[in-house]
């Protein structure tokens, strides 16, 4: 099973948020996914609280890369400001 980090949408109608999901890359966007790594705002944007935006598990988020897990362009974003990448660079270097 190719598992995917990848974003599955929520919210209204043009007031979307992102649930930052590890899922199988068989499975639809909106489909069953195995667990919630975090969150993503992209209308949270405010210069108090910039760091509302992104909230992701990092823990979460290094065991499913260390497990052989795949982001999309966009979580590698998400991922890289949060500093999990960081985190995943440093496990794999020190196995």
């Not at 109608?13 to 069953?32: E, L």
């Not at 944007?45 to 760091?51: L, R």
């Not at 590698?76 to 949060?82: D, G, V």
């Amino acid at each position: 099973m190719a598992v995917k980090l990848r974003l599955v949408r929520m919210g209204k109608k043009k007031q979307p948020t992102y649930r930052v999901v590890a899922a199988d890359s068989r499975r639809a966007r909106g489909g069953a996914f195995l667990e919630i790594v975090g969150t993503y705002q992209p209308r949270g944007v405010s210069q108090a609280n910039p760091d509302t935006v992104v909230s992701i598990d990092n823990d979460k988020a290094v065991a499913w890369l260390l497990n052989g897990a795949q982001p999309t362009e966009r979580v590698a974003k998400l991922l890289k400001s949060s500093g999990a990448l960081d985190a995943f660079e440093a496990a794999k270097a020190s196995k």
